[in-house]
């Protein structure tokens, strides 16, 4: 069922909402804020609820080659033990 009182956001509200993001620490709360609670506005809750799955992405994958970079440097000092 469509919501007939449904208001866009306005380029100033994502404005705000962009720039609360960048902040440190406070960024990643407000986004679970706006992703989890209710009264938040659709289109903002999606988006936080979207950023946070690429966030989950993003740390996965880089401690997964965190993971092989390491592994790859421990390889090298070890064969370079061998042959001394």
């Known amino acids: 069922m469509e919501n007939q009182n449904y208001q866009p956001m306005t380029i100033g509200e994502w404005i705000i909402t962009f720039i609360i993001t960048y902040i440190p620490i406070v960024g990643i709360i407000m986004l679970f804020v706006w992703a989890f609670s209710d009264g938040n506005h659709p289109s903002k809750k999606t ?38």
């Open 47 to 84: 988006w936080a609820q979207a950023t946070l799955i690429l966030f989950a992405i993003a740390i996965v994958l880089g401690i997964i080659f965190a993971t092989v970079i390491i592994s790859m440097i421990g390889s090298m000092f070890g064969a370079m033990g061998s042959y001394s």
